[in-house]
């Protein structure tokens, strides 16, 4: 193992990587030498990233993708595929949502919603990727949860929900996939992101919030892409169904 975090001719689908976390994994990964779909429901978000990547020298396509249409899944997973010789490597299922509140006033549509992008779409994408993954070791799923799937959030049933749910599908599909040599792993991750502004810009939930952080402070993005950059290459070979919390030492 010469070059373990080396993703040189491997191909990556990304979801949900228009900003935040999934743009900067989609970078951390073309950098590493992987050629990536950058895929978001706003279509001119994933082009700019794409875009980013190919300015920097690296490899990258852009597609919308709404991760609850098995159809588009189906059809990103392709595209994603081309990229390198019909071979899909890496799934990155990191699209979500979020639809606080206190559970008392959560509606159905707001609860469903909410699962729905988390969990349906780790399923949908996940199933739509499965054909084209290898099975020569190099195949590797790498879902997106959260503390809040740990140890559960206030306002957010929803949310900690389908993240507690991800850990299930993780964890389940690392058994059934282990014959096929596809690692399944979780990363739990804390930024400084779109999916987070509603927390930091409220002065007395960003105290609590920072409170509970051992190390004080929100990640910005880059710092946690290179989890991701771990979990898809050959240094991780022999990891599988385990949830790995990058947040500060929240969840300890």
Known sequence: MTAPFDLSGRAALVTGAG?????????????????????DLDKD???????????????????VLDVRDAEAAAAAAEQAADL????????????????????????????RFVVDVHLGGTFTVSQAALPLL?????????????????????GQVNYSAAKSGVIGVTKSLAKELARRRITVNAVAP??????????????????????????????????????FVFFASDAASYITGQVLAVDGGTVI
Do not use: Y
């Open 19 to 39: 900003n935040g976390i999934g743009a900067a994994v989609a970078r951390a990964f073309a950098r590493a030498g992987a050629a990536v779909l950058v895929t």
């Open 45 to 63: 978000a994933a082009a700019a990233v794409a875009s980013e990547i190919v300015e920097a020298g690296g490899r990258a396509e852009s597609a």
């Open 84 to 111: 390198a010789g019909g071979t899909l490597h890496v799934l990155v299922n990191n699209a979500g949502a979020i639809a606080p509140a206190m559970f008392p006033k959560m509606t159905a549509e707001q609860f």
């Open 134 to 154: 290898p099975d020569d070791g190099t195949g590797r799923i790498i879902n997106v949860t959260s503390a809040a799937g740990l140890v559960g959030t206030i």
């Open 190 to 227: 804390l930024a400084a992101t779109t999916m987070t502004e509603n927390i930091r810009s409220n002065e007395k939930l960003a105290e609590l919030t920072l409170a509970r952080i051992p190390l004080g402070r929100w990640a910005d993005p880059d710092e946690i892409a290179g989890t």
